[in-house]
């Protein structure tokens, strides 16, 4: 769930980048727009656009690649393709100029804008007659797990499970080394992970949140209690830096984020919006649909996707106030009567 957002500018985006044809009036209206491939973000960071936006993704899928040497890893994978057209030209470009392979390709969760490319970076690496990177999720067979492999029937084959037990290292030039980490952050989706960055010679202690934070407000999430306990749990972990993979531009101010702030503004936002769930329920009795048009007044969802996002976030919040035994069903006729438990 996105609050509050003007979502003109990644609608532009999309327009100017992806239907180029049909664009031509607004692109005339709002000049030509400079194409970024990709940017240096530090020293052994790089950030390449998955150039997929819409009302879910902002301006699309940022990717990172960790590293500086001849092997690097990469953080999610883009879209599906044709979206991923541009990402994956995106990603030659840089591969070829900076002489280099990806030889590990970590994904935060099996849904199509972070693990719809895999198969895609594969064949580029192999186009370029380069060795294949192992790509590596957290696998639990999910609905969009089993989704994702039907769509790319080979890709599985590619594919190592990993927990948080795991770890990978990138040799850095001059012989450093990062250490990846995967946090399993099951609140966002069950097999949702986010990936630590520690770089002792560089100082960076950085988490990669995936789904779990967003550039906006708030996100959508399947459990809200273990959504909130991922959050608590990478609090407690002191992260100095967050690299945001959903953003409203791809200035780096926007992307790179201070973490405990960013965390911190997540968690209180979740408590806000349980807070105005009691305080409306306890005014009045509710149906489920009532009560939703109620919270949601302000909002604009005429997205279908926004509705969708909203409607998760808000049924998780629901769920976790009846689990809690905080607010409970009364039944009248078809409708289910919400009531604050006193
Ligand atoms: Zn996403």
Known sequence: MIIG?????????RTT???RVSSFSVQKRLGPQKRLYYQQLEEN?????????????LRGTNCFIIGTTQERLMIDSGDVPPINALFIENLRKLLLEQKFRLKDVVISHAIANHFGGAWSVIQLH????????RVHKKLDNNNYERDMFRMSRYLRDH???????????????????????PIETPGHRSDHCSYSLTNTSLKQKHLFPGDMILGSPSVSMDDLSLYLDDLRRVEAMDFDKLYLVHTHTHEPEHMVV???????????????????????????????????DMIYEQEDLSDPLRMKLA???FNSHLNKLLKERKV???????????HIVK
């Open 5 to 13: 957002l003007n979502y003109s500018n990644c609608l532009i985006h």
């Open 328 to 338: 409970r069903l009364l039944r009248e006729g078809l409708s289910e009567i919400l």
């Open 17 to 19: 980048f992806s239907i």
């Open 258 to 292: 201070c973490a405990k702030k960013k965390i911190r503004a997540y968690i209180e936002y979740r408590e806000q919006r349980e807070q105005l769930l009691q305080e409306t329920i306890n005014k009045k009795r509710f149906t489920r649909e009532s009560l939703f």
């Open 311 to 313: 409607l998760t976030s």
């Open 159 to 181: 594919v190592r499970h990993i927990d948080s037990s795991c770890k990978f290292t990138v040799d850095e030039q001059g012989g450093g080394q990062s250490v990846i980490k």
């Open 45 to 57: 960071i790089i950030h390449v656009p998955g150039e997929n936006p819409n009302a879910a993704a």
């Open 126 to 133: 192999r186009e370029l007659g380069l060795e294949l990177p």
